[in-house]
Every structure is written in C-alpha cells, then in structure tokens.
C-alpha cells in the first residue's frame, strides 16, 4: 500500500511538473460595447433616464447612466430614438412544444415525433423566443420529449443554439391517469405519456430525486386536472426534495383545494390558478409565493377557437381569469408573466401575456416588471437578470415608442441584446468604437 502510494505521487510529480512549467495563455481583454438610446426604463422606479449610456464588459453591464462618456475602444451600438429596457422573461413556456392545431393534437405529437425531432423543434422555438425580446425562459416541463429540454439548455450554453437562458423543469410529476394522454384504450401498453406519472409517496419521491439527477434546475407538478389529484404528503415530498437541492417547485394548480394544497406542501409558485377565489389568492400572498396567471394564452385561444361555440367557452373562461388576476393585484400577490405557449403559432408570442395581464387591470409598469425584475426575483437570479444595473447581464431589448403608454410596444421589439451580443438588430448597425 505504501509502496503504491509513492508510485501515484511520483505519478503526480511527474505529469504535474511540465504543466507548472508551461507559460501561461495569453488573455484577451473582454469586448467592451456601449449602447446608446433616448431613453431607457428603469424597471424599479418605473421611470425614464434620458440619453442612456450602457456600458458592456464581456456579457455584463459595468456602468449604466445618462450620458456616460465612452471609454476609447468601445464599440458603439447607438440605438437613436428608441426606448431601452431589460431583456424580458417569460416564467412558463414549454419550448419542446410545436402541436398541430387539430384534435388530438397532443396525442398525436406523444405517438409520431421522435425525442430528436422534439429537440430540433426546441430549438427552433427557442430562437424565436429569444427575437421576440426574452432572454431568459422558465421552461415548465417539456411535454413528454425525455429530457431534451436539458439538452437544449446545455446546447444554449455551449453557443451551439441560439435561444434564451433556460430554466428546465425536465418531464414534470402528474397522478397517474392525471394528464396527457386520455381517452386511450387500457389494452395500449407502454404509452407514452406527457409527464411523469406518479401514486403514492415513494414514486412521487423517486421520480423528483431522478429528475433532479439528470439536470432539472426546477421541479414542476401539476396538483389538479379539474379537481384535486396528488395529496398534500404527495406534493410534500416532491418540495422537500427540490428545496433540499435548492431548487424551486413550480405547481399547476387551478381550483382553490388544490392551491391550498400546494402552499401547504411549500410551493414557490403557483401556475395558472384561474379559479382561484379570495381565499387562496390571500393564501398565496401570506405564503410569498408567485402566481403566474398565464392569461395570454386565453388570449390566444380565443383569438384561434374553431368554432363559435369554442370561442364562447374561452371567453367566459378569459373573463373570470381577468377578474381572478385584478384581485390578485389588488391583494398584493406577486405576479409573473408567463405565456404557456404550446404552438407554432404561439411560439415567440411571449409578450401577449404583457399585454393581457395590462387588459386585466395591471398599470402598465406592473405589467412590465411581471416580465422583468419581478420574473428574475421568482427564478432567484435577481442579482443577474430583470434590470439594467452594473453587474447583471447584458441582456436588454428595445422599441420604438412608449411602451408606458402602450404595453402592446413589447410585441413589436426590434432590438435584441443578450449578454452584450447582439441577437436582432431592426434599428441600427453598431456604430465604429470610440476614439
């Protein structure tokens, strides 16, 4: 033993001396960029600074103010009369998702598309989310493709994709006969199935310790699917495992038992919560959680619905989820934007839920700010992301008009920053450095 012990530190010697010897790698300075504007939103006064001087080390903001001077050798990006503000987060997308708009759309998507085909439709979601203004995604479970959304964020970070900074929540935890698909024969073995599915305890345990394990940076469960399914000591567990990693639980939970049951377990957020009555919405404030309302989609649907009859039920179903989020406000929960997009069509359409939270009573800085620095501060990366301070990313988006004055700017963004390179330029080519 002792003699091995010498062999591996003469190993050790050996392989170790040539590389101390070595000269170190040259460095290169971090590319320094400047952009310019009219103005520029600061998201927590909710007020304008004039002729916004944005100063860019690397991918991080190190100075920001009004008419800052440019230090010589920085590259000037001047974005003229445009508005400036942070790059936008959207805290529920599902990028794995491209189902046709056709019955059964669901199903079919589980049983024809291959885990491969999913990715590559990821990816092509993910970079039209990214040039519609949101640099950063809470991605809330990927709808039965494995764990290809770990993939994609991986394939983001390695430069490999272009799209948004991805949370991933991997498959997601229903009850069993709880969520997608239904309506299929018994005698089916093996069928694949929207999320992982669950019935007692120790699943619930062993399916959020195994999502955990392969990257998840957040577990989502789904509490309800009309009525109450997993129990509170189900979704206890589920928490508990993810808070021990330091990860947040996001929870799909509509009617009002089933939200209780999830702050009880412990839920950082509550998603959707479109039946949610006084009770609960008080519930979800005392507890600090987040509720993401996801009204856009609603927006979304009855703006696509079939038929008549079909647009009668969304719009009944849009007006109490607008009446649900104008108390929520009123109540002083905390609101995050997030759209659910689910379609082609509906990908890159993030800043419709902007939009609908606004129509449902948010003043319009309320609205942006479920977008921004109160999406960052649910995804714990406020100290990265949602304003435009030295130190966080540079990540910022920018429109032509007031978008206080009219949110509906947010989905005309013609400008696209992340992390200091520039994702979609509408406005301006980058101007020569400084001299």
């Known amino acids: 033993m002792k003699r091995l012990a010498r062999v591996l530190s003469l190993l050790t010697f050996v392989v170790a001396a040539p590389v101390a010897a070595q000269p170190a790698a040259p460095t290169t300075a971090p590319r320094r960029v400047a952009v310019r504007a009219a103005r520029m939103l600061d998201v927590k006064s909710g007020k304008y600074v004039s002729q916004p001087v944005i100063l860019i080390e690397g991918d991080r903001i190190v100075k920001v103010g009004s008419g800052l001077p440019v230090p010589e050798g920085t590259e000037v990006v001047d974005l003229g009369t445009a508005t400036v503000l942070p790059g936008l987060i959207d805290c529920h997308t599902h990028l794995m998702a491209r189902e046709a708009e056709t019955p059964n759309a669901y199903a079919l998507t589980l049983l024809t598309k291959s885990q491969a085909t999913r990715a590559l439709e990821g ?24 764990f290809a959304d770990v993939a994609l964020r991986d394939a983001i970070r390695q430069g490999l994709v272009e799209g948004p ?10 009850a069993v006969g709880a969520y ?9 073995k093996d069928l694949p199935t929207g999320a992982q599915l669950v019935s007692g305890v120790e699943e619930a345990r062993r399916a959020a310790r195994e999502q955990l394990g392969q990257g998840a940076d957040l577990l989502k469960i789904y509490a309800d699917w009309a009525q109450p399914t997993l129990t509170v000591d189900e979704l206890r567990v589920i928490i508990d495992e993810a808070h021990k990693a ?8 509509n009617t009002p038992e089933a939200i209780r049951n999830a702050l009880t377990a412990g839920a950082d957020s509550i998603e959707h919560g479109h039946d949610a009555d ?11 959680a987040f509720l993401v309302p996801t009204l856009g989609i609603l927006e979304a649907m009855v703006q696509r ?17 607008r009446k649900m989020v104008a108390l929520a406000h009123q109540l002083g929960v905390k609101l995050a934007s997030g759209f659910d997009a689910s379609t082609a069509w509906q990908q890159g359409r993030n800043a419709m839920e902007l939009v609908a939270l606004h129509r449902a009573g948010l003043p319009s800085i309320e609205a942006i700010r479920s ?23 540079g990540d910022l988006v920018a429109v032509s008009g007031d978008p206080l004055a009219d949110v ?11 992390g200091g390179v520039v994702v979609l330029d509408e406005l301006t080519q980058a101007a020569p450095p400084a001299k």
């Open 123 to 146: 990816a092509a979601n993910a970079r039209a989310t990214l040039r519609a203004g949101f640099t950063t995604v809470r991605d809330v479970e990927n709808e039965g493709s494995g």
């Open 165 to 174: 900074r991805m949370l991933v929540a991997t498959k997601g935890i229903a």
């Open 180 to 188: 997608h698909p239904f309506g299929t024969s018994p005698e089916v």
């Open 246 to 253: 330091k990860r947040k639980a996001a929870v799909h939970a």
């Open 278 to 288: 006084r009770a609960a919405l008080e519930l979800i404030r005392q507890k600090g």
């Open 305 to 321: 619905a079939p038929d008549e009859a079909a647009r009668r039920r969304f719009e009944e179903r849009l007006g109490g989820a």
């Open 371 to 393: 977008g921004t620095s109160r999406a960052s501060e649910l995804l714990g990366l406020q100290q990265h992301s949602g304003t435009l301070e030295p130190g966080r990313y």
């Open 408 to 418: 509906t700017e947010l989905q005309r963004v013609r400008f696209v920053m992340k």
